[in-house]
C-alpha cells in the first residue's frame, strides 16, 4: 500500500455519461497530481493542485474538472465521456519539489 | 522537444542477467531530480530510485542502480541479476526544480527470459 488511495478501481461507463474519480493523497502531502495512460498517448500529466488550489495544468480537456478538498483529497471529473477517454487515471502525492511522487493503484475506467 | 526520452520500447534479458535501460534527459534547469518507477501488468506504478541532479555518486537501490552522465545527459537504470519478476515496463521521468510536473519517458518494456 502506498499511502495514496484511489477509488474506484475499476469504472465502466457508457458514452456521454460523467464519471467522478476520487484520490486521497498520502499523509502529509499537499500536492496532488493527476495523470492519464493510455495505450498510444502513455503517461499525461492533466493536472496538480497544491493545498487545494490549482498550481499546474497540462493536457486536461475541457470536459475534465479537478477539485482538492480542504481534507486534501481530491476528485477528477470527466463528462461527456468518449470512447477515447478510455485509460488508466493515476493519482500521484507528493511532499515537495525535491521528491518522487507516490502513485495510487489507479482507475481503469473503461468506455463502452 | 522531448523532456524525457526512453529509446528501447522493448528489452529481453537472460533470468540473472543484468541490463541496462536507457534514459537521455533535456533540461537547463540546474537542479533537477530524476526518477524511475517500474510498471508491472499490474498497472501500479513502483518507485525505484532518485538521482539528484547535485548528487556526487550514482544512486543505489538494492539490485538497481542509476548510471548517471551529467554531461551527457543521461541517466540509465541498471538491474543486476535478473528476476522474472523484474519483467514490467519501466518508465524514467525528471522533475525540475522550477516546474510543477514529472516529465515521463514512452517506457521500456522489460521481459526477463527464464
Known amino acids: 500500500d502506498s499511502g495514496v488511495t484511489q477509488t474506484p478501481k475499476h469504472l465502466i461507463t457508457a458514452t456521454g455519461q460523467r464519471v467522478t474519480l476520487r484520490c486521497s493523497p498520502r499523509s502529509g502531502d499537499l500536492s496532488v497530481y493527476w495523470y492519464q495512460q493510455s495505450l498510444d498517448q502513455g503517461l499525461q500529466f492533466l493536472i496538480q493542485?497544491?493545498?487545494?488550489?490549482?498550481?499546474a495544468k497540462g493536457n486536461i480537456l475541457e470536459r475534465f474538472s479537478a477539485q482538492q478538498f480542504p481534507d486534501l483529497h481530491s476528485e477528477l471529473n470527466l463528462s461527456s465521456l468518449e470512447l477515447g477517454d478510455s485509460a488508466l487515471y493515476f493519482c500521484?502525492?507528493?511532499?515537495?519539489?525535491?521528491?518522487?511522487?507516490?502513485f495510487g493503484s489507479g482507475t481503469r475506467l473503461t468506455v463502452v | 522537444a522531448q523532456k524525457i526520452t526512453q529509446t528501447q520500447p522493448g528489452m529481453f534479458v537472460q533470468e540473472k542477467e543484468a541490463v541496462t535501460l536507457d534514459c537521455t534527459y533535456d533540461?537547463?534547469?540546474?537542479?533537477?531530480?530524476l526518477f524511475w518507477y517500474k510498471q508491472p501488468s499490474s498497472g501500479e506504478m513502483i518507485f525505484l530510485i532518485y538521482q539528484g541532479s547535485y548528487d556526487q555518486q550514482n544512486a543505489t537501490e538494492g539490485r538497481y542502480s542509476l548510471n548517471f552522465q551529467k554531461a551527457r545527459k543521461s541517466a540509465n537504470l541498471v538491474i543486476s541479476a535478473s528476476q522474472l519478476g523484474d519483467s514490467a515496463m519501466y518508465f524514467c521521468a525528471m522533475r525540475e526544480e522550477r516546474g510543477n510536473q514529472f516529465y515521463f519517458g514512452t517506457g521500456t518494456s522489460l521481459t526477463v527470459i527464464p
Open positions: 533540461t537547463s534547469d540546474p537542479s533537477y531530480g
Open positions: 500521484a502525492s507528493s511532499v515537495g519539489t525535491r521528491h518522487g511522487y507516490t
Open positions: 493542485y497544491y493545498n487545494g488550489e490549482e498550481r
